[in-house]
């Protein structure tokens, strides 16, 4: 899970985060296609990317009871801040 945050969060920090998503996570656009019925393409894609980043800042949020080892562990990798 936290090696899916950490990439996450790389994709993320991109100006352009739709594309670095859809290339490491290549069914997003599945998603996105699905969704986009009804909606416009670009909040279809902005809502997905939000959706992310909320998820990544959950994550950041639970990384200092991670730390302090209130929560087991079980991958190494650093949650980026």
Request: with cysteine; hydrophobic share 45%; glycine share 4%.
């Amino acid at each position: 899970m936290l090696d899916q945050v950490a990439d996450l969060a790389a994709c993320l920090r991109q100006p352009d985060s739709w594309t670095p998503l859809t290339t490491r996570y290549v069914r997003l656009l599945e998603a996105a296609d699905a969704l986009e019925a009804g909606y416009a393409v670009d909040d279809v894609r902005h809502g997905l990317v939000a959706l992310y980043s909320r998820y990544v800042r959950e994550w950041q949020v639970a990384r200092e009871s991670i730390e302090r080892g209130l929560l087991p562990v079980t991958n190494q990798r650093p949650i980026p801040a």
